[in-house]
């Protein structure tokens, strides 16, 4: 099925569209929400969550990359759920070092509270990622979006683990000089 | 801990999503420039230093092994031609700096170094370190350049037994409302960075002491300035440009969305000759990165650097963000 179909199953409150959403990108939205959550249980409450706002938002969403639309949701659901859940338990785990990695290099709580202004900084963040190389915008962007491991990335993209280790130093320092620049250090 | 920085993470255009899920076009240069391990910093201006008595001494170029790194052999042989590589060493009982060439326009002041390692010391920082900290100032009154006035662009991973380490260090003309003089001395000190390439302190050996140079008056690059219809300006050298054309800040998601389609965020470029013949970024040599230049404290720019030397007296015109600059 079309996204195109897909979204018209959806704008007329089509049962039958969740089903072809989960057939169409259950994996995909499974993938992304594992990498975050590391959890079975939660990934699935997390899949739930989306399926649910998918279907609260279009209409009158209509997005034109239902893909990335949807892996945005996802993204944002499962980070929420790990924030929820890691208010209740604090523990040691991989998105714990994940911010390790990015608060020694980008930014500082206090700054970050300055922004109030999501598209000047949309806008200066895609300008940033714009200003990497490609290889170096997908390693940064696979860890820190898609949140796969340092193993996983050098796997996908057939590169030493070292290599990745140190692109991804690089651009968090890249990244400093933004938040630097934006006046958010 | 701080999380909100997953929030601007989570704000990546779509059109890079793809790109990390290797979907679609991903460009692929066979001679990739990289950013250094450690951006070279600059003290703070209020940390004038009083530089020490460094072993400067002019060598004998013995190689071009580390301007190869990032231009292609046409450019080096013009540069080579118009006295644009340098070979001026300082060195201590640890390192040889050699700075290998010196060229710059209206913008950028841009160096390239070869490091030697001369002990294992030297080698075992350069491979667990991989980059330097630096001072910066005008050699006249030891006045220090401004923060971020300093971009390093790196090179290969450094391993034991390499015979050296490159990088290019370009000065950045303007910041914002400040400015860098080309026509003063300038002079860099290199220091030991204080964290390794896992952020773990190093062990301070005074590793870089005495290791400074003064950048040598260079002959200027050829430019040219082209303009759009609608009156923006294309700073066209022989190794990049820079584009006087800001990069808008949408008010709305409707206005962000707009300007996405507009192409405002999109950096590919076309240089058109005189011939007919035209090169884009997605040709050989043509694209070795680019990065974004504050114009004023509030506007930003566009550098484009070229791993080639363009003749820019036969260019008729440049296509960037939508417009094409021409000549007046």
Not at chain 1, 59 to 86: F, Q, S, V
Not at chain 1, 126 to 139: A, T
Not at chain 2, 150 to 159: A, M, V
Not at chain 2, 274 to 288: C, F, Q
Request: charged share 30%; hydrophobic share 40%; proline share 2%.
């Amino acid at each position: 099925m079309s996204n195109d179909e897909l979204i018209a199953l959806l704008e007329v409150k089509d049962k039958n569209a969740l089903v072809e959403l989960e057939n169409k990108y259950g994996g995909y939205c499974k993938s992304i929400a594992m990498n975050i959550l590391r959890s079975r249980e939660d990934t699935q409450e997390c899949l739930n969550d989306v399926y649910l706002s998918v279907w609260n938002s279009i209409p009158p969403g209509k997005p034109e990359d239902l893909k990335m639309y949807i892996a945005e949701i996802t993204r944002n659901t499962a980070i929420n759920l790990w924030r929820r859940k890691h208010a209740q338990k604090r523990g040691s785990g991989h998105i714990e070092l994940l911010l390790e990695e990015l608060s020694d290099e980008a930014a500082s709580e206090s700054a970050l509270e300055k922004l109030d202004d999501t598209l000047a900084l949309r806008e200066a963040f895609n300008s940033f990622l714009g200003s990497l190389k490609p290889e170096q915008r997908r390693i940064f962007l696979l860890r820190y979006w898609y949140m796969h491991t340092v193993r996983e990335i050098a796997q996908k993209l057939e590169i030493s683990q070292s290599k990745v280790k140190v692109s991804l130093h690089r651009t968090r320092v890249k990244l400093k000089k933004l938040l630097e620049r934006e006046g958010l250090l | 801990m701080n999380n909100k920085i997953l929030d601007i993470i989570g704000l990546a255009d779509e059109k890079y999503l793809h790109e990390a899920q290797g979907e679609g076009q991903i460009k692929q240069t066979k001679h990739r420039r990289k950013i250094s391990a450690k951006f070279v910093a600059v003290a703070a201006a209020a940390a004038v230093m009083t530089v020490t008595a460094g072993a400067v001494a002019v060598a004998k170029l013995s190689n071009k092994e580390g301007v190869r790194e990032f231009y292609d052999s046409s450019a080096v042989s013009k540069m080579e031609s118009r006295g644009m590589l340098s070979g001026k060493t300082s060195e201590n009982e640890h390192f040889r700096f050699n700075m290998q060439s010196v060229i710059k326009d209206d913008y950028v002041c841009s160096c390239i170094f070869a490091v030697e390692p001369l002990d294992e010391k030297a080698q075992d920082y350069l491979e667990k370190v991989m980059g330097f900290d630096a001072d910066a100032f005008y050699a006249d009154n030891n006045e220090a350049l401004y923060m971020s006035a300093l971009t390093s662009w790196g090179w290969k991973e450094y391993k034991k037994g390499d015979k050296s380490l490159n990088f290019e260090l370009d000065i950045t003309a303007h910041y914002g409302k400040r400015n860098v003089d080309f026509s003063r001395p300038i002079r860099l000190e290199f220091k030991q960075a204080e964290n390794d390439l896992n952020n773990k302190p190093y062990k301070d050996e005074k590793l870089l002491d005495g290791i400074v140079l003064d950048i040598p008056q260079a002959q200027k690059l050829k430019d040219v300035k082209l303009y759009s219809d609608d009156g923006k300006e294309l700073y066209l050298s022989e190794t990049g440009f820079v584009a006087l054309v800001s990069m808008p800040i949408a008010k709305s998601e409707a206005e962000h969305k707009m300007l996405v389609e507009k192409g405002e965020y999109d950096l590919d470029f076309k240089i058109k000759f005189k011939d007919g013949t035209v090169k884009t970024n997605w040709d050989e040599n043509m694209e070795a990165g680019g990065l974004g230049l504050m114009l004023d404290d509030t506007d930003v720019g566009f550098r484009q650097a070229f791993r080639t030397m363009v003749d820019v007296d036969k260019v008729e015109s440049v296509t960037f963000k939508n417009r094409e600059f021409k000549r007046k």
